[in-house]
């Protein structure tokens, strides 16, 4: 079954304490990205990849980091997370060029007191 | 920098009627408009993509319409069933070479039965 899985799908933590959402796609794509969802704010995109070892921002890259070293997997990495990145947080992949048939993943959410 | 607004944000109908969800954005050079829904718990998932060239597009019992000049798009569903009741997001795809998103903040669709 084509599916993007994250993990966790929820998560408590403290600021300042290093975390890291994994992000797995089985279907072979180029492109992947993250998002994050906030009430009244719709999906913005932190940063995305177009293929193994190339990323770039998005809209709200501060405080993230990313790498992609396999085209399957692209971890969001927190080094120091802090309350206002308290939010639900979206992988997304699709096959470079097809805009249709883009999967998301079932979302992360994140809170950190 | 390319801002999409949907009106209105909660929206809650009887079942069976035929209902309307507006979708405006900002820089018409778009490249393409889509339509995602989404479930509690659940990712996105793809409803209807409106290539620029295109007017409007249909699947079902929704049609999507895309008025590029105006920075308009509307989605409409006929019909409406309870099992149609989710968050409806409309996205903007910009023309760079990343196909990068802009998403609204959505419409919450509630159909009583």
């Known amino acids: 079954e084509a599916q993007v899985t994250q993990n966790p799908r929820y998560l408590i933590t403290v600021t300042g304490k290093k975390l890291t959402v994994t992000c797995s796609q089985n279907m072979n794509h180029e492109y992947m990205s993250w998002y994050r969802q906030d009430p009244g704010l719709g999906l913005r995109q932190i940063y995305y990849s177009m293929n193994v070892e190339v990323t770039d921002k998005g809209d709200v890259p501060e405080g993230y980091k990313v790498s992609r070293k396999e085209k399957r997997n692209f971890p969001l990495i927190l080094e120091s997370p802090s309350p206002n990145q308290t939010s639900l947080y979206f992988c997304a992949s699709r096959a470079q060029g097809n805009l249709y048939e883009q999967y998301f993943g079932p979302g992360t959410r994140l809170t950190v007191t | 920098k390319q801002e999409v607004t949907q009106i209105p944000a909660a929206l809650s109908v009887p079942e069976g009627e035929n209902l309307v969800l507006n979708c405006s954005f900002t820089d018409s050079a778009i490249y393409n408009l889509q339509w995602f829904r989404q479930d509690p718990g659940k990712g996105l998932t793809s409803l209807l993509l409106?290539?620029?060239?295109?007017r409007e597009q249909t699947s079902g019992r929704l049609n999507a319409s895309l008025d590029k000049s105006s920075g308009r798009s509307t989605l409409y569903i006929a019909a409406s069933q309870p099992g149609d009741s989710a968050t409806y997001l409309c996205?903007?795809?910009?023309?760079?070479?990343?196909?990068?998103?802009?998403f609204g903040s959505g419409t919450q669709l509630t159909v009583l039965p």
């Open positions: 409106i290539q620029s060239s295109q």
């Open positions: 996205a903007a795809i910009s023309s760079g070479s990343a196909r990068q998103l802009t």
